[in-house]
């Protein structure tokens, strides 16, 4: 008897072991959960003047970023430090927005050759509902009937900002051989009002029409700043002053620190777009992209409203220990995020 009861007993545990294995097997495949990595250089020379610069080959490249750019802190009382990353987007291949729910510090001890855990240093994330954001739109005679849609999509876009940031201010800039503007507001009717009443008209004065969303963001207060532009064409309109370099300058170059980040839409058809351009001024974590009709543009406003509310404040908090520039503290953090 004590044998046949063991027997049953493997048994089942056996049965039980098989039954985890299938039920934790789909959980893998189906999760929408991924961890990325931000690789960041630390250094803190006078103990009070914290600076961090990133290592953008190792950082994931979801993590939408201005890599080039070299972050300074400040000291804060009694002991601390914190330095402030602006404007952080998680988006994927497939143009895929993530939220963050949580990150994890390491630092690279060299004492041990590895990385280990931090819980006393860490880094801090907040969504940020204070966003302006400029439309910048093609009116050009080109779209034909299809600029109705495009209206359409628009005044969509427009809604379903304030209901992701209600606290968000929206503008609009609308050209084709001449610019016009709605300045930056959280007046949703008025906002939808006016793009109903754009009409169309020859030429395409894009870079123009760019930089005058620039300059309302620039001219602006607030915690995030976006610009997302649409066209079907290439500049044929604008003063020779205004080129695709003058306006990657001055994305790069915020003389209010808050970069903006811009979104490029490039509907495939009768205008001819300039792909290259487009790409280059999809700037500051930005992304670029190319629908081949008018049912994939739709898509693409979509996603693109979904990556441009979705954004982050992240702050690293440390002491005021001092880090010579030349050895700077190598920081790992990985970021735990799901499909939005």
């Known amino acids: 008897m004590k044998i046949q009861h063991l027997f049953i007993a493997v048994l089942i545990l056996l049965f039980a072991g098989c039954n985890k294995d299938d039920n934790t097997e789909p959980q893998k495949t189906t999760s929408k959960t991924r961890d990325f990595e931000l690789y960041i250089d630390f250094w803190n020379p006078e103990g009070d003047n914290p600076q961090i ?4 080959e190792k950082s994931s490249p979801e993590i939408r970023i201005d890599f080039s750019q070299t972050f300074a802190g400040v000291a804060e009382a009694p002991n601390l430090t914190k330095v402030l990353i602006d404007n952080v987007r998680i988006i994927d291949k497939n143009y895929i927005n993530y939220t963050i729910d949580n990150i994890t510090a390491y630092e690279f001890r ?4 590895d990385w280990k855990v931090d819980v006393e240093f860490v880094m801090n994330y907040e969504p940020i509902g204070d966003l302006n954001v400029v439309l910048v739109l093609d009116a050009s005679a080109s779209l034909d009937d299809d600029f109705l849609k495009v209206k359409d999509f628009a005044s969509n876009f427009v809604t379903r900002i304030f209901e992701e940031n209600p606290s968000s201010k929206i503008g609009i800039v609308d050209f084709s051989d001449v610019i016009h503007s709605y300045p930056l507001s959280n007046n949703e009717n008025g906002l939808i ?10 030429f395409t004065t894009l870079y123009e029409a760019m930089n ?3 300059d309302m963001l620039q001219n602006s207060q607030a915690d995030g700043k976006a610009i997302l532009t649409f066209t079907d064409g290439t500049d044929n309109n604008s003063d020779p002053s205004f080129t695709p370099e003058f306006l990657y300058n001055k994305l790069t170059d915020d003389p ?9 839409i490039g509907l495939e058809g009768n205008g001819g777009i300039d792909k290259p351009v487009l790409e280059d001024l999809a700037a500051n974590g930005g992304v670029a992209r190319f629908p081949a009709n008018i049912s994939e543009l739709e898509q693409i406003f979509d996603k693109f409203l979904e990556s441009i509310s979705n954004v ?6 440390r002491n005021q220990q001092v880090i010579p520039d030349s050895i ?4 790992k953090f990985v970021i735990r995020a799901s499909q939005k």
Request: net charge negative; aromatic share 12%.
């Open 53 to 56: 610069s990133f290592d953008a």
């Open 110 to 113: 060299n004492d041990i050759n």
């Open 193 to 202: 009002g006016y793009i109903a009443e754009i009409e169309q008209g020859p």
């Open 212 to 214: 005058q969303g620039i």
């Open 256 to 264: 209010g620190n808050i970069l903006i980040n811009s979104f490029t």
């Open 312 to 317: 982050y404040n992240l702050t690293y908090i």
């Open 328 to 331: 700077p503290a190598h920081l």
